[in-house]
């Protein structure tokens, strides 16, 4: 990300922001002996992967002002954390202009302070545990100081600029999808009855992290049989038993663009007809509620919609008898945006826009019976209605039964 990609993503930002209106971003606190990852809205907005520093914007007159506070190298502790970047390294990859050091973030915000109204910030989330988020305690001097200033969550101005992606967004996304796509690829060839589940998370690993990947998404799902129908499944340890299905809900982060596929697979290489015929029927509802997407469909009808025709099957394969109970075996939404955040700002009444990535991934799980088929998706909305990005990743039966036969005759 440089500052090409950033600069008019702050225009957009910074145009939106009304009189006495400013912005505080605070980056990702540094790592202790983990990975680092950045914060998602001040990556966004600065394409700046460092620690601890912090955006500031305020709608002036005539012209905006932008600053960007950094740390300072410190060279005794450039042994341990290596040498922190330069004001000039930071100006060239972000565009701003104006760059100070952290140590003067308060005294300069006080000069600004009695003309702000309110300040947009990314906040975190609260909760009743954690009512003191990092960045409202990096606040609080402010707050305590000029207790008038209204302190407002970032989210509300920065989803609709999220929530588009641009051309170089959707390449971000295709190589997450499209390097996923080749570690479930490794699975569906090397995959064996008798291994552990977490066998299979390694294999999507090795795979991703030798394609530049850093990070998972979001915590691999590896369940085979029953724990495919436990939606949250995270433990991945159990061993995979013949003749069981396995699910796989895995995305790789690129660029810290996320991709969130879901495929199962018969780990013997055929599905058992109970098996393939409840496999079909989400195939088949999937399928369909991808030909809904256009812009102009509201999430919702996208929701409405999986539920009926989930619903509708199961009365026919004679698992229900009403159409409210299909929340026995379908429980959750339908779809969900997908971007930098795995659930992707957008939020779940929106109405579909040219532009937007979504997921697409009905389900039917059935503990009594050791089985959940989950498949999903990530859609982009095309002027004309959609193209699935992650079409080239099997999911035909027949295409997954020959893939899987002819590795298992290996
Ligand atoms: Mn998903």
């Not at 947009?120 to 402010?142: A, D, V, Y």
């Not at 069981?244 to 982060?253: F, N, P």
């Not at 058992?272 to 009808?301: F, M």
């Not at 997954?400 to 002819?406: A, G, P, T, V």
Request: aromatic residues 8%; contains cysteine; proline residues 4%.
């Amino acid at each position: 990300m440089n500052s090409e990609i950033t600069i008019p993503r702050r225009e957009k930002m910074l145009a939106a922001l009304a009189e006495k209106e400013a912005i505080i971003l605070f980056a990702a606190a540094e790592a202790n002996l983990e990975k680092f990852k950045q914060d998602n809205n001040f990556l966004y907005i600065t394409g700046l992967e460092i620690p601890d520093a912090i955006y500031f914007a305020f709608q002036g007159t005539p012209l905006p002002t932008e600053i960007l506070f950094i740390q300072r190298n410190d060279p005794e502790k450039e042994v341990w954390d290596g040498r922190k970047m330069s004001p000039e390294e930071a100006r060239e990859i972000c565009g701003i202009d104006k760059i100070h050091y952290w140590d003067e973030f308060y005294s300069t915000i006080s000069m600004y302070a009695p003309a702000i109204g309110k300040i947009w910030c990314n906040i975190g989330t609260q909760n009743l545990e954690k009512p003191l988020t990092m960045q409202l305690f990096r606040l609080s001097p402010i707050r305590e100081r000029f207790p008038n200033i209204v302190i407002e969550s970032i989210t509300n101005l920065i989803t609709p600029l999220r929530k588009i992606k641009s051309n170089w967004e959707l390449m971000q996304l295709q190589r997450a999808i499209d390097i996923t796509g080749k570690g479930i690829m490794d699975v569906l060839e090397s995959a064996q009855s008798s291994m552990m589940e977490y066998e299979l998370e390694a294999m999507l690993f090795y795979r991703m992290q030798r394609m530049g990947v850093k990070h998972w998404g979001f915590s691999p799902i590896i369940g085979s049989g029953i724990n495919a129908a436990t939606l949250h499944y995270k433990a991945n340890e159990c061993r995979i038993e013949n003749g069981e299905v396995v699910l796989m809900d895995v995305g790789a982060s690129y660029a810290n663009y996320s991709a969130d596929i879901t495929r199962c697979f018969p780990v013997n290489g055929s599905f058992s007809d109970r098996q393939k015929q409840i496999y079909s029927l989400v195939l088949n509802v999937q399928k369909q509620i991808i030909e809904i997407i256009k812009p102009g469909i509201e999430l919702a009808e996208l929701n409405r919609s999986a539920r009926d025709l989930l619903a509708e099957g199961l009365i026919q394969i004679g698992l229900i008898e009403n159409a409210e109970d299909v929340l026995k075996y379908y429980m959750h939404s339908v779809s969900h945006f997908l971007g930098l955040d795995t659930h992707d700002l957008g939020g779940r009444s929106a109405t579909l826009e040219v532009g937007n990535v979504i997921t697409v991934e009905p389900g039917i799980y059935i503990p009594e019976e050791k089985l959940g088929i989950r498949i999903e998706d990530d859609v982009l909305v095309t002027e004309t209605g959609y193209c699935v990005l992650s079409q080239n990743i099997p999911k035909e039966i027949e295409e997954l039964e020959n893939i899987r036969k002819s590795a298992m005759g290996k």
